[in-house]
């Protein structure tokens, strides 16, 4: 043993501590957050392999159920991974007492094994610098270093470092570090869940700088840490802070762990003060706490490596509330008894309770001592204000206290319900009645529901009953009247039917009447005397008037509804003549002027009847006809023959009048002016055509030898076969003469 310690210590003292560190091993590691640390039921396993493990982000070691500490188990018989996995659950400081508890063969064996022991540890600590993560948040660049070439020399080192605090009769010397937890609950909800780690501390030196808190703060706020030595008598950590304490919640103190002996709580040092506000408040308040740990319970004493874990837990204490239904019954029951036990603020529906012949006025609350439960209608709000707290058990008492409701009673009439049904059109009644008188009478009286007089209904016979405890109901059904409506469409339709309809209404219910399909009332001929000589056959339906009503019952004509009534009736379809829009025609060269009975009107003289797209009224059979009148059109331009073929010409080059004719022209008179027609008499001449509805003519001429140079105007007239006629003025120019290039050709 002492060879082996020897070879150890000198591996560790050539260790350079670092403050950060974590395992690299090939074997997978079960771990559990600091947010789950203090539970084995909580503990998620993932497999690290080479990936490091941050202490910033508070990883702690736990180990599972099933997974033994070492030093109750026999590590010769377990294979290389069974012992890996119990080594990773167990801290560096359990590994290290049990690596020097070996002898020097049983040492030398345990590291021939290929176990988590041989293999190094690393560390890994800022740069400095920084980096964009994935998430493009900007996190620190870590360094990577070897803390350790083998796992077994740190966990010998921190067995040494585990020598601080030495109790020599109180006086409590060296230098200690250490760790413990500490966490607030919620109603069994954990809001706040710290570590605290200390380090190189002097006990008794005052306001601690070298500490680190890590895990779910939550409302936890802390102010400061500081080292006390009491009395010679202990000495430890003091976590000072505050967090908030939701209303009506209570404090409870508890500490737990496997570690020294002494105190881990909320007191002062000298037990005077309870620093947890353990009363009761209606709002959120801020509780400013002192948390006292002894070197003990946070690992820093020589023979104590236990990390207690502290917890202040919030919790509501409870307000039954019982029922007394003084003389009626509540939930079945008729007695007192507890309806609902529930914590401050919470809610509990209370229904009202029943007694036959009395009515429930309303409860009277009563509260026992340290209860605030209150009613509002049918809630009721518990609360509990009674908690009282000891300061020798550091608990509550009376924690269950008491709000009776007592309910309140007058005597009343039994009532009685006379209920009045009418009759429905489909001869049903309905379920629920068309009408109820209510009202008290004495018990075992006679009572004798009066009956309604409904117009339209048959009044049945009056009914008698004896007033009791049970039901006082008197049902009357009133049977309805039935009349006969006859729908009459006359001529034309009316829900499909060319014959009347006849319709059985009960009195007072109305009927929705529609209008009905008129019937056809005429025809009109349309003869379109176009291109195809169409003709158009076209009916004409009557327009609807009015219904004609007689007999009983009433009719809306507005609302097209009939209610029946007092005998019966019948409704006759009354029509007007119908209308028609006449259409509005277009024909090429033709104009068109409208419609007419009469064919052969001359639109120049007389307008026809109807104009185009006109609605006319038709009350019987009639023809009408399209009026058009054939278009009169005149058009005439002058070209060259030779390109280009503008109206410019030199005297004596070949031109060309065009004329475009629409009309049933019959003759068309050119006139050129006097000064080229007295060179060429041909030039201004008539030309007689068979008239057409399109025609054209074409004349060629040639322009005078001597025709003076200018713009002249040639007058075209068109005359059709009515005596119509239209004028046009085709220009031309003249610039020059042949004879001016025959003589420069010829010189």
Not at 645 to 660: A, I, Q, T, W, Y
Request: net charge negative; aromatic share 12%; proline share 4%.
């Amino acid at each position: 043993m002492k060879k082996v310690l020897s070879l150890i210590l000198t591996a560790v003292l050539m260790l350079t501590p670092m403050t950060c560190i974590a395992a690299e091993n090939t074997y997978p590691l079960q771990y559990v957050s600091a947010e789950k640390a203090n539970s084995f039921e909580d503990a998620v396993y993932d497999v690290v392999h080479s990936d490091v493990v941050d202490w910033s982000e508070q990883v702690v070691w736990e180990l599972s159920e099933d997974v033994s500490k070492l030093e109750d188990v026999e590590w010769e018989s377990l294979s290389d991974e069974e012992l890996t996995e119990v080594i990773n659950h167990s801290t560096y400081e359990e590994v290290g007492w049990f690596l020097l508890g070996l002898s020097d063969d049983e040492f030398e064996k345990i590291l021939e094994r290929d176990t988590t022991l041989i293999y190094p540890i690393y560390t890994f600590q800022d740069t400095g610098e920084t980096t964009i993560d994935e998430n493009g948040e900007k996190v620190p660049v870590q360094e990577q270093g070897i803390l350790a070439e083998h796992y077994y020399e740190h966990a010998i080192r921190s067995v040494m470092t585990t020598f601080k605090w030495e109790d020599t009769t109180g006086t409590y010397t060296g230098t200690a570090s250490g760790y413990f937890y500490f966490r607030i609950k919620q109603g069994g909800t954990k809001t706040t869940d710290l570590t605290v780690r200390v380090y190189n501390v002097t006990a008794g030196q005052g306001t601690v700088s070298n500490y680190e808190i890590s895990g779910t703060y939550g409302s936890w706020k802390t102010t400061s840490v500081k080292s006390e030595k009491i009395n010679k008598e202990w000495a430890g950590i003091i976590l000072n802070g505050k967090y908030t304490k939701p209303a009506h919640y209570y404090t409870l103190w508890s500490s737990s762990g496997s570690g020294g002996l002494g105190r881990y709580d909320p007191w002062n040092s000298s037990y005077t003060e309870y620093t947890l506000d353990y009363t009761h408040s209606s709002s959120n308040v801020t509780d400013t706490v002192r948390i006292q740990v002894n070197g003990c319970n946070a690992g820093m004493v020589e023979g104590f490596s236990g990390h207690y874990k502290g917890t202040i837990d919030l919790v509501k204490y409870n307000n039954a509330l019982k029922i007394n239904p003084n003389g009626g019954t509540h939930g079945g029951k008729t007695s007192t008894y507890t309806l609902a036990t529930k914590t401050c603020k919470s809610t509990t529906s209370v229904a009202n309770p029943t007694r036959a012949g009395y009515e429930f006025t309303g409860w009277t609350l009563s509260n026992g001592t340290g209860a605030a439960g209150s009613l509002s209608g049918t809630t009721f709000t518990h609360c509990n204000k009674g908690a009282t707290f000891s300061t020798d058990t550091d608990v509550y008492s009376n924690t269950t206290v008491t709000t009776t409701l007592k309910a309140n009673w007058v005597a009343k009439d039994y009532p009685y319900e006379v209920r009045h049904y009418k009759q429905r059109s489909d001869g049903s009644y309905p379920d629920i009645p068309d009408e109820t008188v209510t009202g008290t009478a004495g018990n075992d009286s006679s009572f004798t529901g009066a009956l309604k007089n409904y117009p339209g209904y048959i009044t049945p016979k009056a009914q008698t009953i004896t007033i009791g405890s049970g039901s006082n109901v008197i049902s009357y059904y009133y049977k309805k009247n039935t009349f006969d409506l006859k729908v009459n469409p006359n001529g034309g339709t009316w829900r499909g039917n060319a014959t009347p309809t006849t319709l059985m209404i009960p009195t007072g219910d109305s009927e929705i009447i529609a209008d009905p399909i008129p019937p056809i009332g005429a025809n009109v001929t349309l003869y379109y005397h176009d291109d195809d000589d169409k003709i158009v056959n076209q009916e004409v339906r009557s327009k609807f008037s009015h219904w004609e009503k007689s007999g009983g019952g009433i009719f809306d004509a507005a609302a097209k509804k009939f209610t029946s009534g007092n005998g019966n009736a019948s409704l006759k379809a009354e029509y007007t003549g119908g209308s028609i829009t006449l259409p509005v025609l277009s024909r090429e060269h033709y104009t068109f002027y409208g419609w007419d009975p009469n064919p052969d009107i001359d639109p120049d003289t007389e307008q026809p009847k109807y104009q185009p797209g006109e609605t006319i009224p038709v009350s019987s059979n009639m023809e009408l006809h399209a009026i058009w009148k054939v278009d009169f059109e005149l058009d005439a331009y002058i070209e060259r023959v030779l390109s280009p073929h503008d109206p410019v010409f030199e005297n004596g080059e070949m031109g060309v009048l065009k004329v475009s004719l629409v009309g049933f022209v019959n003759k068309v008179e050119v006139t050129f002016p006097y000064e080229m027609s007295r060179y060429d008499g041909t030039l201004s001449t008539t030309h007689t055509l068979t008239p057409k509805l399109v025609d054209d003519v074409t004349q060629e001429f040639y322009i005078p030898l001597y025709s003076a140079e200018g713009g002249y105007r040639v007058t075209v007239t068109a005359y059709n076969e009515e005596g119509d006629s239209l004028t046009v003025y085709p220009n031309l120019t003249i610039v020059g003469s042949i004879l001016d290039d025959f003589r420069t050709r010829l010189r």
